[in-house]
Antibody, heavy 117, light 107 residues
Framework: QVQLQESDPGLVKPSETLSLTCAVS?????????WGWIRQPPGKGLEWIGS???????YYNPSFKSRVTILVETSKNQFSLKLHSVTAADTAVYYC??????????WGQGTMVTVSS | EMVMTQSPATLSVSPGERATLSCRAS??????LAWYQQKPGQAPRLLIY???TRATGVPARFSGSGSGTEFTLTISSLQSEDFALYYC??????????FGGGTKVEI
């Protein structure tokens, strides 16, 4: 079955760049679907960060647009998130997930990222 | 800007009872709405899409209804494993996706 697995950066220092990778197994990214990133600060709700289409087209939440980059690496069947100039407010569980023209149907288990010096 | 408002924030029910969760959109979203269940320490799980279509493997006690701006998730007879957080999410305004604030279903 299709599985998604986020990498585990753990601790990131303020003002630095948060980098995450989502490895996809059981499905070829280049075959279709959108591949997205969602985050959840401790004790709070879900926030969509952005998505990338299998062709490489990117779509970002305007709240993050100036400091987010999502890339796809079809040769490795994975996609990545870079969030620049992080602050403590970026501390959250980060999820990668697959979606079509509708909902997020398959999610990774999530990875906790803490921004702290 | 689309705003999704869920109510109540917390719903206290007993096992076997019916639970009704509400999600309101600030603008009409037709039926472009999904519902998710999230248990502590786990990723969200898709329950409903298209406002009323159950995702694969979702028990029949979960049902969704509504269109336009008012939506409902109903759990007909709560089981112990149903106590969790529930989120709605619209996808009418692609490429912008927004989640509601969530409803916690507790005993």
């Amino acid at each position: 079955q299709v599985q998604l697995q986020e990498s585990d950066p753990g601790l990131v220092k303020p003002s630095e760049t948060l980098s995450l990778t989502c490895a996809v197994s059981g499905y070829s990214i280049s075959s279709g679907y959108y591949w997205g990133w969602i985050r959840q600060p401790p004790g709070k709700g879900l926030e969509w960060i952005g998505s990338i289409y299998h062709s490489g087209s990117t779509y970002y939440n305007p709240s993050f647009k100036s400091r987010v980059t999502i890339l796809v690496e079809t040769s490795k069947n994975q996609f990545s998130l870079k969030l620049h100039s992080v602050t403590a407010a970026d501390t959250a569980v980060y999820y990668c997930a697959r979606h079509g023209s509708n909902a997020f149907d398959i999610w990774g288990q999530g990875t906790m990222v803490t921004v702290s010096s | 800007e689309m705003v999704m408002t869920q109510s109540p924030a917390t719903l206290s029910v007993s096992p076997g009872e019916r639970a009704t969760l509400s999600c309101r959109a600030s603008q009409s979203i037709s039926n472009y709405l999904a519902w998710y269940q999230q248990k502590p320490g786990q990723a969200p799980r898709l329950l409903i899409y298209g406002a009323s279509t159950r995702a694969t493997g979702v028990p029949a006690r979960f049902s969704g209804s509504g269109s336009g701006t008012e939506f409902t998730l109903t759990i007909s007879s709560l089981q112990s494993e149903d106590f969790a957080l529930y989120y709605c999410q619209h996808y009418n305004d692609w490429p912008l996706l927004t989640f509601g604030g969530g409803t916690k279903v507790e005993i």
